[in-house]
């Protein structure tokens, strides 16, 4: 059965996109922890490493992760971003091959 035929089109337009997230959120879940940073260190790009931060945080949170990984709310990435020490921007290039 294809999702299409289980979900409506705009469940499916809600599944692939963040939703708005609330500062107690942002703290809860875009938090990252030491070990969280050893196995984010392990992907080779900057890219790759905020990209695997956002879908790490993203799984507890919504217990699933959207589609359009780059969508995530800037505040989030942000937050991310400045725990790892990369750019915000660096997440524009996740999923990008060479």
Do not use: C
Not at 61 to 89: K, M, N, Y
Request: proline residues 5%; positive net charge.
């Amino acid at each position: 059965m294809a999702t299409r035929d289980v979900f409506s089109a705009e469940e499916l337009a809600r599944l692939r996109g963040f939703p708005e997230i609330t500062r107690a959120e942002l703290i809860r879940y875009f938090t990252v922890t030491r070990a969280d940073e050893a196995f984010l260190r392990k992907f080779h790009t900057r890219a790759n490493v905020l990209g695997a931060s956002v879908q790490l945080a993203t799984l507890p949170w919504l217990g699933f992760v959207p589609d359009e990984v780059t969508s995530a709310p800037p505040a989030a990435v942000g937050r991310l971003a400045g725990r790892l020490g990369i750019a915000a921007a660096e997440l524009a290039g996740y999923g990008q091959r060479e």
